[in-house]
């Protein structure tokens, strides 16, 4: 098993460009989650899914959006990319939503915004 | 809603010296508490959690923490650190019903010295 992977790893962007992060795995878990990560903040919950074709907003989900059309992958995307979005992006999975369950997280992606 | 403090953003040991990192929390309901560890350049790993019963939980590598209701706290302790033990450590909290989300803290820079 992969698990959860992310593509792509690294990426530069102008202000104002698009693009969509990759999100998938294959342990066949309901609940997916975007965060990003920012120095001295910890980890911070932009959008989640419970579900294929459903999504949430979370904690800062501002300037991105996400879809889940099949169950294994999860995007997010950026449509007008601006330098407050430099950030590490991290996908996570979970089997269900309830709160005691483990997420397993993607190795990132680091996204720079110039 | 939970929060989650952890006080110190950096601890320097030596190796073979034991470690405590603090973690406290604040919720007005029971709550799962977890530590995650993050490697360089690498993902969040599950270290371990706590979900109801003893409250001295043991983990992957070592790793223990003793959950303390009376004093909102989960810290994170291990008895002789090693070079590898070098990482970030995120402490997080998600509330005992039918809530998706990880509220994680600002993390904990381990820096193990030779």
């Known amino acids: 098993n992969a698990g959860v992977t992310q593509t792509p790893k690294f990426r530069v962007l102008k202000t104002g460009q698009s693009m969509t992060l990759l999100c998938a795995q294959d342990?066949?878990?309901?609940?997916m989650y975007w965060y990003r990560q920012d120095p001295g903040m910890g980890l911070r919950l932009i959008h989640y899914?419970?579900?294929?074709?459903?999504?949430a907003k979370g904690e800062v989900p501002d300037g991105y959006n996400v879809s889940r059309l099949k169950k294994q992958n999860f995007l997010l995307g950026l449509e007008s990319a601006a330098p407050s979005q430099t950030s590490v992006y991290f996908c996570?999975?979970?089997?269900?939503?309830?709160?005691?369950?483990?997420?397993?997280f993607g190795p990132g992606t680091r996204l720079l915004v110039l | 809603a939970q929060s989650v403090t952890q006080l110190d953003s950096q601890v320097p040991v030596f190796e073979e010296a034991p470690v405590e990192l603090r973690c406290n929390y604040s919720?007005?309901?029971?709550?799962?508490l977890f530590w995650y560890v993050q490697y360089p350049n690498q993902g969040l790993q599950l270290l371990l959690k706590?979900?109801?019963?003893?409250?001295l939980v043991k983990g992957i590598n070592g790793f223990e923490a003793e959950f303390n209701k009376s004093q909102t706290s989960f810290h994170l302790r291990k008895p002789s650190v090693h070079i590898s033990d070098t990482a970030e450590y995120f402490c997080?909290?998600?509330?005992?019903?039918?809530?998706?989300?990880?509220?994680f803290g600002t993390g904990t820079r381990l820096t193990i010295i030779p």
């Open positions: 919720s007005s309901v029971s709550v799962y």
């Open positions: 997080a909290v998600s509330m005992d019903f039918g809530n998706e989300k990880l509220t």
């Open positions: 706590y979900l109801s019963g003893s409250t």
């Open positions: 342990m066949n878990h309901e609940y």
């Open positions: 899914s419970v579900g294929e074709g459903t999504t």
């Open positions: 996570a999975s979970s089997s269900l939503g309830r709160g005691r369950e483990t997420q397993y």
